[in-house]
């Protein structure tokens, strides 16, 4: 039976396309969700998309965060639904309280768009099963709030836990602290991610085919999930 796999839409998404076709890609169903309707509608894992949701009025993500459907992600995902927060959705995680710390303006000031490598640390959750640890990918990073920030206590947390998915390398584009590209909660079920994997699933359009290893890597997950 064909995964199904949410991607939800905010008022001001605009990587949710983009989202969608990369789970197509992977092999899974794209169910596209409304952030009006509190019902995710029988999916197995759902991807937060990138772009300005609600205009990022306030702070990014923090509208978003009390949208109807993030109730019930938060719920299923402290049940174990697997879910990637992209940019924008990684910034909503956080305000959600489902990710700890906080995406804040880019140490330079300056919009970043350029591709990046990353060092993938964390291999264990459900979105990141497929690579291996210390792989190097390259991946579209775009962003003007991109800088994850957190008090050294949770730093330390997140170091010692083996939660730090994924790192810059080869140069910070937005300051982030201990060059922090991703994050996991301890379940590894959730994880949130700067950069977009969405943009790095086909030849045609993207710096690599990297990106794909975190749609197929929820796949594996949900086929050695229990029932």
């Given at each position: 039976?064909?995964?199904?796999?949410?991607?939800?839409?905010?008022?001001?998404?605009?990587?949710?396309?983009?989202?969608?076709?990369?789970?197509?890609?992977?092999?899974?169903?794209?169910?596209?969700?409304?952030?009006?309707?509190?019902?995710?509608?029988?999916?197995?894992?759902?991807?937060?998309?990138?772009?300005?949701?609600?205009g990022d009025y306030l702070r990014?993500?923090?509208?978003?965060?009390?949208?109807?459907?993030?109730?019930?992600?938060?719920?299923?995902?402290?049940?174990?639904?697997?879910?990637l927060g992209i940019c924008n959705?990684?910034?909503?995680?956080?305000?959600?309280?489902?990710?700890?710390?906080?995406?804040?303006?880019?140490?330079?000031?300056?919009?970043?768009?350029?591709?990046?490598?990353?060092?993938?640390?964390?291999?264990?959750?459900?979105w990141t099963n497929a690579f291996?640890?210390?792989?190097?990918?390259?991946?579209?990073?775009?962003?003007?709030?991109?800088?994850?920030?957190?008090?050294?206590?949770?730093?330390?947390?997140?170091?010692?836990?083996?939660?730090?998915?994924?790192?810059?390398?080869?140069?910070?584009?937005?300051?982030?602290?201990?060059?922090?590209?991703?994050?996991?909660?301890?379940?590894?079920?959730?994880?949130?991610?700067?950069?977009?994997?969405?943009?790095?699933?086909?030849?045609?359009?993207?710096?690599?085919?990297?990106?794909?290893?975190?749609?197929?890597?929820?796949?594996?997950?949900?086929?050695?999930?229990?029932?």
């Open positions: 039976m064909t995964a199904r796999v949410g991607v939800v839409t905010f008022p001001g998404s605009l990587d949710d396309g983009d989202a969608a076709r990369a789970v197509r890609i992977a092999g899974a169903e794209p169910v596209r969700l409304w952030h009006g309707d509190p019902d995710l509608h029988g999916v197995d894992a759902v991807v937060l998309p990138g772009g300005f949701s609600y990014c993500g923090a509208i978003a965060r009390f949208a109807p459907v993030m109730g019930t992600i938060v719920d299923a995902a402290r049940g174990g639904l697997p879910v959705g990684f910034q909503i995680l956080c305000e959600a309280h489902l990710l700890p710390g906080a995406l804040t303006r880019n140490q330079h000031l300056h919009f970043r768009n350029r591709d990046q490598v990353l060092r993938i640390e964390a291999v264990g959750t459900a291996q640890p210390g792989q190097e990918v390259l991946i579209p990073v775009k962003n003007g709030e991109g800088c994850y920030v957190a008090d050294p206590a949770t730093l330390d947390r997140l170091e010692a836990e083996g939660r730090v998915v994924a790192r810059y390398a080869g140069g910070n584009p937005n300051g982030s602290q201990r060059d922090i590209a991703a994050i996991t909660n301890e379940a590894g079920n959730v994880v949130g991610i700067m950069p977009h994997p969405e943009h790095a699933v086909e030849a045609l359009t993207g710096p690599s085919l990297d990106g794909l290893g975190f749609f197929t890597s929820v796949l594996k997950h949900l086929v050695g999930a229990p029932a």
